[in-house]
């Protein structure tokens, strides 16, 4: 039977785990139409993080607009591209720190650190973006921040996550490295006059 902690050298393949699946979810975010999306019947309203779209309730095809011409925009998919990209390379730098034998415990707690940053870029990108589209934007019948979006402050949740364990890896270097002996605690009433 395998016995693998939260701290234990054969899970040391977690972390980055996670970091993938946080790439993943910024993927769908980045490439989603469903930041915004009309709540119910018809369907006249949709937006990425590019561009919105809008369309009548006879028509079928969508027009679309840039969310790149506002100011807004450019800064809301630069803080979350920036944050993602720098995800991307905190996920091959953890893969490399866990590749190698040695591992280098101040190299490990580097990476939460610049996970708290990537953290802070996605955040600010993803209050900007509802708070300006809403202000900006004319909106059609009632709407919804939707999946997209949600997969955007997933990929931040999991991000944050990380970004702790990564930092308080450290403290664990012995239990990671498998460098504690076992402590053993002897109750026997012939050795108890010599523990004072």
Known sequence: MVVCGLACWRCRWLLPLLLGLAIIMG?????????LESESQPYVQQASLWESCTR??????????????YGWGRAAAATYLVGFVILVI????????????????????????????????????LVIYPVKFTEDIPLMGDNMFSWAYGFGWASTVVVIGCAFFFCCLPNWEDEVLGNIKPTYYYSSPERAPYLN
């Open 27 to 35: 993927i769908i975010a980045l490439a989603g139409r469903g930041w």
């Open 56 to 69: 009548g309730e006879e028509d079928l095809n969508w027009s679309c607009e840039s969310l790149m011409d």
């Open 90 to 125: 905190c996920f091959a730098l953890a893969v490399i720190a866990f590749s190698i034998e040695i591992l280098r415990f101040n190299f490990v707690r580097g990476i939460g650190g610049l996970l708290f940053v990537v953290a802070a870029f996605q955040i600010i990108g």
